[in-house]
């Protein structure tokens, strides 16, 4: 009865009073979708002031985590000169040579010394640094062991399994009985609070999906094989104890890193991916990449997920003491907006370029060794991604103490060495010469496929021969299109959707409102 009367009512307003309605709406909407926008363009704005920040876990002044990183580099250096220099001047203190666990590489000399390492696997938790540093990955939890190489039932994991490990709510430190060779069917999900630590065990993860890290924080893996990696999909998947979802089609990356921090892949050897090797989008950041082996591969690591997303404005990566290997094309990574400290790692070659970018990316290259392919067309280190010189002669990038050979260049811009690189060079970057010192051994421990091996063959897969993985663009096969990532918003609504249409913005609401009312006002009003 009182809707009815209500619209009787509502009937008997004039006409200029439902037109001054209207209007009231209109202006709402506007006002709305211009703040929207605002905030939208506002936020693509790098600051490194503590009130401007774009993602909680964006550290406020990454210059100090850089300066950070080479404090702990230099120390971790001298110790081992000091060793050098009391046996040469014959000091009694030093009985025996240098262990060949000291290489000045500040990760590996954290741990690796110690010879009951394995006794206290999670001493490696306190060894990151660069903007990861702090993962915890399962430090404090309870060990658990993976005796079952098998994983058929993405919805209903087998005790035992690395997939059941993943997917339990409290921090788990997992490791392997032995050597397995896990072919996944579908991705494998993640949980927070989590260490893969491949250590001692030759560990290959291979299949459809691979490693999926998303919404998750404080997540380290260590020291397994990735590799062949294929799009999986249209499924349902596990992702808790109880939690069962629908999963749209992922890219087929190796390992991927979505909406996710602290977050630490470390002494992994990667290659034959149908899409990336390592993504990391959708607002992640507190990440490091180190002593890892990438081989045999084109489109390698994508830092950001679209230029338009301008979250990724907060994303703060650490790529350190890497070997980028033979079969290498592009994406070394390939940055989208954060700040990106490139230091000390090993590029043998690429087909197109080492390290690419597009919205503005701060790039920081410090003490690397670029070396570049015979090809005279592909001697340049950087490129600017469909962007124009105007717009990228602004951008920060910056190369201090890095190594050319065979004719490589790298092209700088922006600021140079102002307030922006003040403080992370106030000690010298170390040079490329102590490269192969700090990268000896990049990829998994042990493997005859990693620093100075050829990437090989794997066991168990016919077509690991050499052959290049090349993936496709965004449109498909043959380019055509953007070359963002479809990432979360593919994983839950299918490859074909993005980020900006997975959502309406307030003001595209009050627009659709607005239409609706303008509509149901003409059409109760005709004459």
């Not at 309870?142 to 039932?153: A, C, H, M, P, Q």
């Not at 094989?225 to 998947?237: F, Q």
């Not at 060495?417 to 102590?434: D, E, I, P, V």
């Not at 990049?442 to 050829?454: C, E, K, L």
Request: aromatic fraction near 8%.
């Amino acid at each position: 009865m009182f809707i009815m009367v209500a619209h009787e009512r509502f009937h008997i307003l004039q006409k200029p009073t439902c037109i001054w309605i209207i209007w009231v709406c209109l202006l709402v909407s506007l006002s709305i979708h211009g703040r929207a926008s605002y905030s939208y363009a506002s936020s693509a704005t790098i600051s490194t002031s503590s009130s401007n920040l774009s993602l909680p876990h964006q550290h406020p002044f990454p210059e100090d985590i850089v300066l950070n990183v080479q404090r702990k580099l230099n120390d971790s250096l001298h110790r081992r000169n000091l060793l050098t220099y009391q046996q040469d001047d014959g000091d009694t203190t030093s009985s025996s040579p240098i262990p060949s666990c000291i290489t000045g590489n500040p990760i590996d000399d954290c741990w690796r010394c110690d010879p009951n390492w394995s006794q206290n696997r999670q001493r490696l938790a306190d060894c990151s640094i660069g903007f990861g540093q702090g993962t915890l990955g399962g430090k404090g939890g309870r060990f658990y062991l993976v005796t079952d190489s098998s994983s058929d039932d993405a919805a209903n994991p087998i005790p035992g399994t690395l997939r059941h490990a993943v997917i339990q709510p409290e921090p788990l430190w997992i490791v392997f009985s032995g050597d397995m060779g896990i072919k996944l069917r579908h991705e494998l999900i993640v949980g927070s609070y989590k260490t893969i630590d491949g250590r001692g065990a030759n560990v290959q993860i291979t299949g459809h999906g691979c490693l999926t890290i998303q919404q998750v924080s404080h997540v380290i893996i260590h020291n397994v094989h990735v590799h062949h990696c294929k799009p999986s999909g249209n499924t349902l998947v596990a992702s808790s104890p109880t939690h069962v979802g629908f999963r749209g089609v992922s890219d087929g990356d190796g390992i991927s890193v979505s909406a996710s921090h602290h977050i630490w892949v470390d002494h992994c050897s990667l290659g034959y991916c149908s899409d990336g090797l390592i993504d990391v989008i959708l607002a992640s950041t507190a990440v490091t990449i180190s002593n890892n082996y990438f081989h045999h591969h084109d489109e390698v690591m994508l830092l950001g997920h679209d230029d338009r997303y301008t979250a990724d404005t907060g994303m703060q990566v650490t790529i350190a003491f890497n070997h980028f290997g033979e079969g290498l094309v592009q994406r070394m990574p390939r940055c989208r907006h954060g700040y990106i400290h490139v230091v000390n790692n090993d590029f043998t070659a690429w087909e197109m370029y080492a390290i690419g970018g597009s919205a503005n990316p701060t790039i920081n290259s410090q003490g690397n060794r670029y070396t570049a392919p015979i090809n005279p067309n592909a001697k340049e280190v950087t490129k600017r991604v469909d962007t124009n010189e105007k717009h990228w002669a602004k951008w920060n990038w910056r190369t201090d103490g890095d190594v050319m050979v065979n004719g490589a260049f790298f092209v700088p811009s922006g600021d140079g060495a102002s307030l922006a690189y003040a403080r992370a060079t106030s000690l010298q970057a170390k040079a490329a010469g102590f490269i192969d010192q700090l990268t000896v051994n990049a990829g998994v421990f042990g493997d005859p496929s990693g620093r100075n091996g050829q990437g090989g063959v794997f066991p168990g897969i016919t077509d690991g021969g050499g052959t290049i993985t090349r993936g496709y663009s965004k449109g498909g096969p043959g380019g055509g299109g953007s070359d963002s990532d479809g990432g979360l918003f593919s994983m839950i609504f299918g490859s074909n959707t993005n980020a900006a249409s997975a959502a309406l913005r307030p003001g595209q609401v009050w627009s659709i409102l607005f239409t609706i009312l303008l509509n149901w006002y003409f059409s109760n009003h005709r004459r």
